[in-house]
């Protein structure tokens, strides 16, 4: 089931055609990336979805509430991290206790806001999307900024709730910093979708390898190619490319059965960033047909 859909999304600045026909859904409890390079319209996406800004064309239909953390959370440094929780709770404070909780923040959430580094800001500016209770999430580029360790807790809490069944879209301007949370991608260009697709779908059109070193790789090259597994001998070994049907185990007793010793094995996996790239180019050959 989709909790948002974002269809045929159009919108202008004065004469610059910002974005184009834009349209992607967010499933319930999926996370999904919005990735594009800087002034691709990101935030203006985002915005239309909330309200902030008019489409001049499209629509955005949403089943359930959305909670959102855009540009900066405004904070007040003075204030405690509770007290400001509290304000924007309606001072419900059983839900600020449960939301603290479950970001632990329990720490230093009664400590004043100006002490606080980048990550805890960050996490309050989440918090507060999350009190009251939105069944979609919006966060323009939460982890500019944090430094690796925040990085990875904040990613462990979105996918904490995101089972809980809470969605999340969540936007980049780098796939490789949120792809290991996110469920599906979509990819903005020149104010227009390019991609929209599973991380599943991305991953598996990647091309994977096997690497192997043994104790004499041209005659370990022969033999594979002999039995028909096609395999390439660089200077550091032999690559040889893997399909979801290969089958290792006759790959290995065929070098086993040969007396080829194998001293080490490696697998690669096509970064995402070439995915994007060799699905891209399939696309627009698909086109071209
Ligand atoms: N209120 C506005 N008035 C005029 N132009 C705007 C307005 N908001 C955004 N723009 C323009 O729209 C384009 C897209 O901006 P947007 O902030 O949506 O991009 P973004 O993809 O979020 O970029 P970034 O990653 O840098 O935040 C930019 O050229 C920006 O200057």
């Known amino acids: ?23 992607f859904d967010i499933p319930k409890g999926a996370i999904v990336g919005l990735i594009g390079p800087n002034g691709v319209g990101k935030s203006t996406i985002m915005k239309i979805i909330l309200g902030i800004y008019k489409a001049d064309s499209g629509t955005v239909s949403s089943k359930g509430t959305v909670g959102a953390l855009i540009e900066s959370p405004a904070i007040y440094p003075f204030l405690t991290g509770r007290q400001q929780l509290m304000l924007y709770s309606h001072q419900n404070a059983a839900n600020v206790n449960v939301i603290v909780k479950e970001m632990a923040m329990t720490k230093y959430i009664d400590k004043r806001v100006v002490h606080y580094s980048l990550g805890m800001k960050q996490k309050m500016g989440i918090a507060s999307a999350l009190l009251n209770h939105p069944d979609v999430v919006i966060l323009d580029e939460p982890m500019n900024g944090l ?40 990819l903005l260009d020149k104010g227009q979708v390019i991609l929209a697709t599973s991380m599943k779908h991305l991953h598996a059109i990647g091309a994977n390898y096997l690497f192997l070193k043994t104790d004499d790789d041209t005659r370990c090259t022969r033999t594979l190619i002999k039995d028909k597994i096609s395999a390439t001998k660089s200077q550091n070994g032999v690559q040889v490319p893997l399909s979801q049907s ?44």
């Open 1 to 23: 089931m989709n909790i948002l859909s974002v269809r045929d999304v159009s919108k202008r600045f004065g004469k610059r055609q910002v974005l184009k026909s834009v349209s």
């Open 246 to 289: 290969s089958n290792l185990n006759q790959l290995f007793n065929d070098l086993l059965s040969n007396k080829i010793k194998i001293e080490d094995v490696g697998h690669f996996q096509e970064n995402l960033e070439d995915s994007v790239l060799t699905m891209m180019a399939n696309e627009s050959r698909g086109k071209d047909r």
């Open 147 to 186: 430094d690796p360790m925040s990085n990875r807790e904040l990613r462990d809490l979105i996918m904490r709730l995101a089972e809980k069944g809470i969605s999340f879209l969540i936007s980049s301007h780098i796939l490789s910093e949120l792809e290991k949370m996110i469920d599906q991608v979509v």
